[in-house]
């Protein structure tokens, strides 16, 4: 009977479990890792960024954005948006072609991928090289590297055998005294003469291009040029064709002239020397000036053959944007409603970040990007999330960045495809990023983009090496190319020791801590005005008279003696600087007890910040560990750097993806072989692990992982005192009872702490969270959160439990007087160990009302847990990141509700959920654009599942009907009830609009 | 067959023939069975018959299977007196230059097969072997034990091995490996996880119940199948107060035997009442050669009740100006509820079948130890294994080598 009751109880809580708990990875924050292509439909105003791991990711404005995933997880090499569709087809390394679609489902937009298709035949002569998606929106021309093009009907790949244009086709019609013409090598471009649908033009890879009429299936022109073809491009009147050339020139050719084997002009633009290739050119015409000459590549081989260049030029403008990483390609976005008046805006991908130029604008500055933002413009070393901020801070800190992106142009982003139907985020969310330059990146993490709002760099308290002047932005006067540098990619560190390790924000105070790799603390405010100031310093030595050690590691900073200017933004007024200058591994803040506490390998420190002096320093370094005197990682950071120099070097010798494919198959083949090997050799000698107990004796178990200040019955159950709570990487637990004067004396009578009590936890684990539960099992709240109406006061009647979290196991002791109450082992168990801990709130999906505190885990498996409070019970465990995926599960970092961030590479975050109420994705919806163009034949595409098809005509006045608009179409969208899938075909002549809905 | 054998003469039912040697004299005197008085009185006699009053002297005793056994106690001097047969003798040796390696097994009778290899070690009689060694009982403390012997399949062995309170290390590697399984589809081969290393003086190789290429299946029983080599090196040491692993021992021929044909039956009812510490494990054979030739600690059983204060081990808190005290445990464990539980294996309070005890002083506990010891000594050297089996059945688990 008992168990029965039991029984009914359980199913009751796994019920209530799943209106609290559900894990979705829900986006993926910053920019892609190793993009490989670059698309964009004009007409969906989408952009469209495939990558090497297979991904397809499509942006729009902001909030709009899709992700595909190709099965076969081989780089995308190519994206192709079909003209006035919302198809688009994608080609992957394996020379497999993928035809995608925006799919509207229950009123939302998805990403869906319809088709693939491979041309069938010899690889040598099928290897597509180069793809055209022709305007009627039917028809795709591939180019092979045998010389072929074929034709294949979409979206159902269907090859169309008569219209294809064999290499014996355009040969025989060669004329006989073109050098090349016994092998034209594989077809580079396919172009389509904008004015007259039925002209393509073949550009072949030995230099020459043929103008071909689809129609009568014979070759117009032959255009022989004689240098190895990079790319052709017709100009927007179809009357001249540009090519551009390996050795780094650039040639116009007029169509249809008498003269047809003369190039009309031909130029090397930074010529004299030999030159790298023009990878690309675009020209486009302006209203009134002169046309725009966009091209990529052509720098000198010798003196600057190693920069990543677009030259943009613009009557006498003339400027050569210089990325800092390989360029993949660009495009430029253009004004008018049928996008084809002025060039406005120029969009680049290279290969850590997108960046926008506008082109209208004085001087050209960039547009800042709502999203793609490189998290990883220098190297993210930690990170720090805070929930809710209010909104006083929240304008305060915009404010601040404002002033540091007056650089950027005005423009709005131009790419704006789409509509955002996600909610307005419910709070103000605020994800800070530590760097290893130094810098701190505030970043709005409340919606679906990641927004940068504010840069902090602590740099400028410290002398450092880095020199000055060494501005790169500064082209000297007449220099040639010129230069102008662009991008915020810039991951060469110029002291390691800058780098941050530990933040801590307090959103009701605006108090903010920043602790780095030298030991060093810094003490922020927020101030909205700039101001000079001289930065106090305190040297703490944490071995506190231990003899017989002496520090290899890197020294401390030096402080700058004078004053120094910070900018409106957090401006630090005191720093700390540990003895040994060893990295920070755990920092807390109270600001309402105005301390911060730190801790390093060696001890830890309690720092009075309003009388800027230490209040105590505790020494936890084993005498016997000569390990923590090693310095960080010493060793470990020289191979860094050596390994970023051979990947530079990498970089700059790698030319072009594609060209190398054959290359790149071989070196496929040597790195099998040799990973073979290595494994045969690890079969021979198997990795071992030695099974040890934990002793006291082992390296850095006085490094400290965790400080956790608390208001709790330290002493006796009646009287609750300010304390703090240390927690070491050798199982050790220090509890200090905490005096602090009253407030009227704050400012002049000391701060005092006593050591109450140590724990050591038998099975010596390190221990990596504490936290104290009131009387109701829930967390105590944070410092000022009370004071600001923001949160329930604590339960201080009932008693408070202590929980310790180590990485074996989750332990609840009774206070004040420490006994062991409930445990969960973990380690033990299944032998995962935590990584990451975090309190969280969920709440209920079903009632509004209701909702618990939770603790969530993640371990080195790579798993996310929710464990109860305060009966320490696992809720639910879902599987979150590989565990072979070491860098992602060191980078996770946890809301306050139920949420969580890890990078998948170094430039993103994952966002994920394991709240059922809490949860941030895109919700978008993209409507076919109303195609309007002269080809009023274009008939829409059936959809092959479809089962039932009605039509309802709707009638306008020819006048009414504007091309492009969207206005209608979402009208008609509400009124088929949303969840339909929509077709139509306007006839602007008519004014008439098919409509044709699906019903699933 | 033995010098020790003879029939007692009506004599010696009350008296005692003591012969002492020290250096190269011999002393002869006798004692009254009955009365056998106090360790020390005998320890002062014997200083006295041989007028080194100030000799501190380590006393010996060779016992009825010709085995050099030290007395140093009440207990072992009691024992000693009541298997006298009727001769006890005694060999003194000065305490400075004492030879601690000489107490063990075959220490005086090195020609003969012992009553114990009869009985215990494999029948290959003629294989020469080495000789056991029995340290010095002060030396004694548990190390390790055989469990579970009536659950577990005949081809596994659930070793538990006690860390606590020594200096002593584990002393062991684990390594990647494949293992090939039987299933209804036929032979197949499944990744897996063995011992890789023993470190010589390592706790692992001195119990001698665990080697080289052994299969770990269990750690402290949860199944280590579909784990990765970090995961069950991180149990194993989350676990390592209180490491009990469960191996499939390369070497199949040392395997335990089951008490009876019915022994399947047996496991069935999965009485866990008989699960207890093998008696059998007592003796520190050397199954593997590379180990044969160390000398290794006495395998034995260990007090069941402090057994069940080390399993949850105590963490240590220290008030301020205070004493340092364990944490009393207050409520019971929550272990993780999607996992299986293990208590029936860890509940050893009800194991009370435990044979030969000795505790750390060396003293022998009375009434049961004592006499399942003498249940192992009345087993005298027969011919007949079948009937040896028999009487060591009772105890539920024997070793075969």
Known sequence: MKRFRRHGQESQRDRLKQELFAFNKTVEHGFPHQPSALGYSPSLKLLAIGTRSGAIKLYGSPGVEFMGLHDENAAVTQVHFMPHQVELVTLLDDNSLHMWTLRGHNGLSELLEIGRFTLTGPPGVTRVTAVLAHSSGELLLLGTEGGHVFVVEVPGFRELEERNISLDQVSSSIPDDYIGRRNLEHVEALQENPVDPDQVIIGYGRGLMVIWDLEKKLAIQHIPATQQLESVCWTEDGKYILSSHSDGSYCRWMVGGQDMNEEEKSDIPYGHFPCKAISKIVQLPTEEG?????????????????????????????????????????????????????????????????????????????????????????????????????????????????????????????????????????????????????????????????????????????????????????????????????????????????????????????????????????????????????????VVDLLQGQEGF?????????????????????????????????????????????LIAFGTSHGFGLYDYQQKNSVLIKCTLNPSDQLAMEGPLSRVKSIKKSLRQSFRRIRRSRVSLRKQHVNTATKLQEANARLEAELAEMELAPVQRKIEARSSDDSFTGLVRTLYFADTFLSDSSHNTPSLWAGTNGGCVFAYMLRLPSVEHRADEPVTAQLSKEIQLMHRAPVVGIVVLDGHGAPLPEPLEVAHDLARAPDMQGSHHLLVVSEEQFKVFTLPKVSAKMKLKLTAVDGSRVRRVGMAWFGSSRTEDYGESGLLVLTNQGDVHVVSLPHVKMQVQYPCIRREDVSGIASCVFTKHGQGFYLISPSEFERFSLSTRCVVEPRCLVEAPLHSGCSNQHQSQPDGASSTHRYINLEFAVGQFEPGCYMMLVVTTAMLNESKYIDFNADPVEGIINIRWTSH | MNKNHRVPSSRSLNAVEVKSKFGAEFRRFS????????????????????????????VGYADVHGDLLPINNDDNYHKAISTANPLLRLFLQRKEEADHGTFGTDSLTRKKNTVLSAVLLRPDHNKKKPPVIISLPKDFRPVSSIIDVDILPETHRRV???????????????????????TPQGLEKVPGIFISRLVPGGLAESTGLLAVNDEVLEVNGIEVGGKSLDQVTDMMIANSHNLIITVKPANQRNNIVRSGVGGGGGAASGSSGRSSDSSASYYGYSSHSAAASIPPHIIQNFPVGELESDEDEEDLVIEAGGEAEPIRHMASNHSMSSLPRYEPHLNLRTATTSTFSINTNGTLPTSGSSSSLSNIKATTPSPDRAMERGSLEEDGTVITL
Not at chain 1, 572 to 588: I, R
């Open chain 2, 160 to 182: 538990r091995l006690y860390k606590h309170g020594q200096e002593k290390p584990l002393g062991f590697y684990i390594r990647d490996g494949s293992s090939v399984r039987v």
């Open chain 1, 550 to 594: 002496r520090w290899k590691g890197h020294t401390q900073l030096d402080i700058q003696e004078d004053p120094v200017m910070f900018p409106a933004g957090f401006q630090p007024f005191a720093v700390v600087q540990c003895q040994p200058p060893a990295v920070v591994t755990a920092l807390t803040l109270h600001s309402e007890w105005k």
């Open chain 1, 290 to 538: 002169p046309p725009f000459l966009l091209f990529s590549g052509g720098m000198p081989r010798a003196s600057y053959g190693d920069r990543h260049c677009i030259t943009v030029i613009h009557g006498k403008t003339h400027v050569a944007l210089d990325f800092t990483s390989r360029i993949i390609d660009f495009f430029v976005i253009r004004d008018g409603p049928q996008r084809t008046g002025d060039p406005s805006a120029l969009v680049v991908l290279v290969e850590e970040e997108l960046v926008v130029i506008d082109l209208q604008t004085e001087g050209w500055p960039i547009i800042q990007t709502p999203y793609l933002v490189p998290l990883h413009s220098s190297a993210i070393t930690c990170s720090h999330h805070v929930s809710t901020i209010p909104l006083k801070l929240w304008e305060r800190i915009l404010a601040a960045g404002k002033h540091q992106n007056a650089h950027y142009s005005k423009k709005p982003w131009p790419i704006t495809g789409g509509q955002n139907l996600a909610p307005d985020p419910p709070q103000r969310d605020l994800l800070l990023t530590g760097h290893e330059d130094g810098t701190v990146r505030f970043w709005d993490a409340s919606g679906v983009c990641l927004y940068p709002m504010y840069k902090l760099s602590t740099a400028g308290v410290f002398h450092t090496d880095a020199d000055p002047n060494d501005n790169m932005n500064q082209g000297t006067e007449g220099e040639w190319p010129p230069f102008r540098k662009v991008g915020c990619f810039d991951p060469y560190s110029d002291d390691p020791r800058l780098g941050i390790q530990k933040i801590h924000l307090c959103k009701y105070s605006g108090y903010l801590t920043v602790a780095g790799t030298a030991g060093q603390i810094l003490m922020l405010e927020l101030n909205d005005e700039a101001a000079e100031q001289t930065v106090e310093a305190k």
């Open chain 2, 31 to 58: 004692l009254d069975r009955s009365k056998p008085g106090r360790f020390d009185e005998f320890y002062g006699l014997l200083q006295h018959v041989h007028r080194i009053p100030n000799v501190e002297l380590l």
